[in-house]
């Protein structure tokens, strides 16, 4: 349902784009999310971006380095990373939540709030 690209090997502190596609049509979905998994961790949560609202939401790790956006040209959701580091490293894989999110927490950051997602594309930073 979700197809993530753009995913490659750039040395540290450069910048890398990443891209989610909807396989059969268009975003019609409450939130649009990324995630990564680095190779022996658990997949954690990166981004989001609410779609009705284009609202965004980062984790600390990457606030202020990385920037979700929807573009509507592409019809994609892209995840702008700057100044990567080693520690990014990781497969990135998009996810989308079809339904609204009533919860104490402010944001779906679980990977459980998330029921589709896309195949995975990997990001490889070199030091």
């Known amino acids: 349902q979700l197809q993530a690209s753009g995913g490659g090997l750039v040395q540290a502190g450069e910048s890398l784009t990443l891209s989610c596609a909807p396989s059969g049509g268009t975003f019609g979905l409450y939130y649009l999310g990324w995630f990564r998994q680095a190779q022996g961790k658990e997949r954690e949560f990166v981004a989001l971006?609410?779609?009705?609202?284009?609202?965004?939401y980062y984790s600390d790790a990457v606030k202020g380095r990385f920037f979700i956006s929807r573009n509507g040209a592409k019809n994609t959701v892209d995840l702008q990373m700057n100044s990567l580091k080693p520690e990014d490293t990781a497969v990135y894989y998009c996810a989308a939540r079809e339904s609204r999110y009533i919860s104490s927490r402010n944001y779906p950051t679980d990977v459980s709030d998330f029921g589709s997602w896309g195949q995975g594309t990997l990001v490889t930073v070199s030091s």
């Open positions: 971006v609410r779609l009705s609202t284009s609202t965004t």
